[in-house]
């Protein structure tokens, strides 16, 4: 009885798209309809079978008239369009299908079908006798895609994929390792060596990566290390020489171009030296190489490996002499860094457009799993052979059976890697294409959706990944720090609880140096039944976390402790911390990275709360800041003491505000110099009022000089000023009157908390100068005397504090002075002689003039003098090269056309990095310091500060001299002369 036409509906239930067309397509298919149902897409089963049946009827005959055979036949091309292909090209291989498998099949199985088949072609030789490489290789390739067919086949049959997934992996792992050997089997019977010689070379093929761990995908590179040796009296140089060929025929059996297309690229670039070194090795010299020259992340990579193929007790020998390396790489320097260096390796190229869509490398994808098991694994694998397994599910399971970290998590995140896994599987089995894109099309993520089982929409499919992506993103705060506190503290957590040695081996491998004394910050900060304490203990396994991913976690931590200390229960940081994950973020960052900022957080905790909202970090308007002076001035108006630690407190807050505000990127360093410039001017404003008052019968000015007249000072610069005034009355008490102000100003600005510097150096006659002058005397001065370094220092005076007519006053006679109408070669070479001079006598015994950030060569000082020979020679012809700052005169130069545009782009990159190189400094060590730090460690921390990654020093190394040496060749030239 014929079966009636299928109904739009019936088709639409089943789970077809292309109604109509499929219903025209069906015809006496009709009869495997509920086939079609089990299919992820119906529509190309369907149309694939239709194929198949009108190029090989013959063969498709015996698979429909068996309904079993044909449902295994259509559940497959639904799921792959890739496979279906073979089965075209080779439709003899649907008898792959007609029976299920009911266990998977063992690694020695696939290595005796997959070596027969190649044996099989090598026996039926071409007509001049010899073996014939091309048909052993389509033999190979025909027999594994016969197996993936079957592999593939029970994978779609399971009920839970999830739960099928991690026996599916290691199938195709030894699906692999058995095409390996069946390729070595050709190598050797192809080989032109002496047949003897090739019997006595011995290679082993090491597996890494997911080969390595049994948990290989559908399609997949297979990363492989080499071992050799020879056996029977053959020297090791002849083994070597002979394995080589053989790996290179081993490899080109599974990847070259052939008349059945390749299976997968075998890749060796994991050996010593990757692609630069030998393809293959002795073990002595594996071992050799891992002694003296392997980087850390190598010995991650070692991790997984294991014998695939070939010599099997070499390849044993091979990991038990390599995986000490492995267990002891958590002891080395800079063992965390170099780990978290080994996963940016392959997340740093990923195109911006696939971030969102990737499975294996992005944000809460395979990676993030695989991480943090993997850096668990090495810190405690180093004491605990328990842990020491090769693949990711078994090594999960191990950490959580030993106490490492928590049962539930560890089974929650074993099922989202199983799921994530699956997922990929299902990409991957569509086309037979090495990729980990989800796809974009909503059509395909419904296929998706049916392929994996884990939902049947693909918006279902959807949510449940970014469920799963989301569950990820947290893995390695869950897994690797909030176990810390169970050393410290009672957890929730069942069946949780690391000692304390493993604690403190958990934070040495990520960085802290004093791993116990954290501990015991740990310990006081969670400790307690207080409100503070739990909020603590929910927060500091992250907060450890961020802390880690600084230079200096151990500071950080301590300083964190002593932020909280004393903010005790403060409603607003408790919240800040639970509520606001940026700010919290912010606040770790800044305490790893600047001994400065934690200093100035202990006098003013309260500044943490900018942390919430960056815009409160912005540099405060000058005007802003003298009217708080007045107003703290008019407030302590009865008491001067008050009134200056109210004024020495603003200072104080105002430099921690841009403190933050430089670490994290606020601001630039043209930004801070004003900013710490327009800090000083309020604070000698507001103190120059306590000592100074209308009526007292002078007139008085503060002249910023130096980098303070040019606002662009530094953390840690001194502040050069010269004082100026004039009579209005005290007659000859006036010099009297003004050295008393002077006395005062400096008294109530000094603080032990945060120095300031003021330095009269640059007045006139320097140091055997008088302290403070009149103007009428420094008219005199200037007239008679004034030698040219003091017409150039005067290039950078500019008026900020003091009765307004006299600071007028004062910049109109510094004009005549630092701008002449004429400036000769004479006075110019005097200006050349001099800075000579400074070069040779100033720069410190045994200072490095390459790394010297203001004196030494292309850096602050060579900009600096560059740019003020133009200005002392052209400035009275140039108007806008009138300015006190040194970057604003170099851009005037070069629009006056007295500098090449890509000179002055050198000069100022020198100056910009020497900046910000000279505050880092400061900041990182919170004391002054003007030598780029040879010690690795500060130079890793500056290089932090200054936004290179983790491990950036030598790169920050490597720029300042390249670009303080582009600037030293422009200076020389314009300014001595030089060619």
């Given amino acids: 009885m014929t079966r009636p ?267 010593p030296e990757g692609k630069d070194g030998a393809l293959v090795r002795t073990l002595e010299s594996h071992v050799a190489y891992y002694e003296r020259w392997a980087k850390s992340w190598e010995f991650q990579a070692l991790l997984k490996a294991r014998p695939l193929a070939g010599d099997a007790e070499l390849g044993e020998r091979y990991t038990a002499s390599v995986h000490p390396f492995v267990w002891a790489s958590s002891q080395r320097p800079g063992f965390v860094e170099s780990v978290q260096r080994m996963r940016e390796r392959v997340t740093e190229h990923i195109p911006a457009d696939e971030v969102d869509v990737q499975l294996k490398l992005g944000p809460g994808g395979l990676r993030d799993v695989e991480f943090t098991i993997q850096l668990l694994q090495l810190v405690h694998g180093a004491h605990d052979d328990r842990v020491r397994q090769g693949d990711t599910l078994g090594a999960l399971a191990a950490l959580a059976e030993h106490g490492y970290i928590g049962r539930e998590e560890a089974a929650s995140f074993s099922g989202d890697y199983r799921r994530l896994r699956v997922i990929e599987h299902r990409v991957q089995l569509d086309r037979m294409t090495r990729t980990h894109l989800m796809p974009r099309d909503e059509e395909r993520l419904r296929v998706l959706a049916r392929a994996t089982g884990l939902a049947t929409t693909a918006d279902e499919l959807t949510e449940r990944w970014q469920q799963t992506k989301i569950a990820v993103r947290s893995l390695h705060e869950k897994l690797f720090y909030r176990p810390l506190l169970s050393a410290v503290a009672a957890l929730p957590e069942e069946g949780l609880a690391l000692t304390s040695d493993q604690a403190v081996a958990r934070l040495a491998a990520i960085g802290f140096t004093d791993a116990a004394g954290a501990l015991r910050h740990i310990a006081a900060l969670t400790s307690g039944v207080s409100r503070r304490a739990q909020i603590q203990r929910t927060l500091l396994p992250v907060i450890l976390q961020w802390l880690a991913e600084g230079a200096d976690p151990d500071y950080g931590l301590l300083a964190f402790r002593r932020l909280s200390e004393d903010l005790g229960e403060s409603y607003w940081f408790l919240r800040m911390l639970r509520d606001s994950s940026g700010a919290a973020q912010r606040l770790t960052s800044v305490l790893a990275a600047s001994r400065f900022v934690g200093g100035l957080f202990e006098r003013i905790p309260e500044g943490a709360a900018w942390l919430e909202n960056v815009d409160e970090l912005r540099p405060r308007p000058l005007e802003a800041l003298l009217d708080e002076a007045r107003a703290t001035v008019d407030r302590h108006a009865s008491d001067v003491e008050a009134a200056a630690k109210a004024l020495r407190t603003a200072r104080r807050r105002e430099v921690l505000r841009l403190a933050l505000a430089g670490i994290l990127d606020v601001i630039t360093v043209e930004e801070l110099g004003r900013g710490l410039a327009d800090i000083t001017t309020a604070l000698l404003t507001g103190t120059l009022s306590l000592c100074h008052r209308y009526g007292d019968g002078i007139e008085f000015a503060i002249i910023a000089m130096g980098r303070y007249g040019g606002a662009e000072l530094g953390f840690g610069s001194d502040a050069d000023v010269m004082y100026a005034y004039r009579d209005a009355g005290a007659g000859e008490d006036a010099q009297k009157g003004a050295e008393r102000i002077v006395h005062e100003l400096k008294r109530l600005t000094e603080d032990l908390r945060l120095p300031l510097d003021l330095d009269i150096d640059l007045r006139p006659e320097g140091r055997n100068g008088a302290i403070v002058r009149s103007l009428d005397s420094y008219r005199a001065y200037y007239e008679r005397w004034s030698l040219t370094w003091e017409a150039q220092a005067l290039l950078r005076a500019r008026a900020v504090a003091g009765d307004e007519p006299l600071m007028a006053a004062f910049t109109a006679l510094a004009d005549t002075v630092r701008y002449p109408a004429t400036f000769g070669e004479a006075e110019a070479r005097e200006v050349r002689r001099i800075k000579a001079r400074v070069e040779s006598e100033r ?106 990654p983790a491990g950036g020093a030598s790169q920050l190394e490597e720029d300042y001299l390249r670009t303080t040496r582009l600037a030293r060749q422009v200076f020389e030239k314009g300014f001595y002369g030089t060619a």
């Fill in 5 to 271: 036409p299928s109904t739009l509906s019936e088709l639409a239930r089943l789970g077809f798209a292309e109604l109509s067309a499929a219903r025209a397509a069906l015809g006496d298919l009709d009869g495997h309809l509920e086939a079609f149902g089990t299919a992820a897409d119906p529509d190309r089963a369907l149309r694939l079978l239709v194929r198949l049946r009108e190029q090989h009827p013959d063969a498709l005959r015996p698979v429909l008239a068996d309904p079993a055979w044909a449902a295994r036949v259509i559940r497959l091309l639904g799921a792959s369009e890739g496979l279906g292909e073979f089965l075209r090209r080779r439709p003899q291989e649907l008898a792959a299908l007609r029976t299920p498998l009911d266990e998977l099949p063992d690694g020695g199985a696939l290595r005796q079908q997959l070596v027969a088949a190649v044996d099989a072609a090598l026996g039926g030789r071409a007509g001049s006798g010899k073996p014939d490489p091309e048909a052993a290789r389509t033999a190979l390739r025909t027999r594994y895609r016969h197996w993936l067919l079957r592999v593939a086949d029970w994978d779609l049959a399971q009920p839970d994929a999830v739960e099928a997934l991690p026996a599916v992996a290691a199938t195709l792992a030894d699906l692999a390792g058995a095409a390996l050997d069946a390729g070595l089997v050709l190598a050797r019977a192809v080989s032109t060596f002496p047949d003897d010689d090739v019997a006595r070379t011995r290679l082993a093929i090491i597996g890494m990566g997911k080969a390595g761990a049994r948990e290989l995908n559908y399609i997949s590179d297979v990363d492989v290390i080499y071992v050799a040796e020879g056996a029977a009296g053959l020297e090791s140089g002849r083994a070597v020489e002979i394995a080589t060929r053989l790996a290179a025929e081993t490899a080109r059996s599974i990847g070259e171009p052939g008349i059945e297309p390749p299976l997968w690229e075998v890749d060796a670039n994991l050996r």
């Fill in 843 to 948: 720069l410190p015994q045994a200072a490095d003039p390459a790394r010297h950030l203001k004196l030494g060569r292309g850096s602050l000082s060579d900009v600096e003098w560059f740019v003020q020979l133009l200005q002392l020679q052209h400035a009275a012809a140039h108007p806008p090269l009138a300015t006190t700052s040194t970057l604003d005169a170099l851009q005037a130069a070069t629009d006056a056309e007295l500098v090449q545009p890509a000179d002055a782009e050198r000069l100022r990159a020198a100056w910009l990095i020497a900046s910000r190189a000279r505050s880092a400094l400061t900041l990182w060590s919170a004391k002054t310091g003007d030598v780029l730090p040879l010690d690795r460690a500060q130079l890793e921390g500056v290089a932090r500060l200054m936004g290179y």
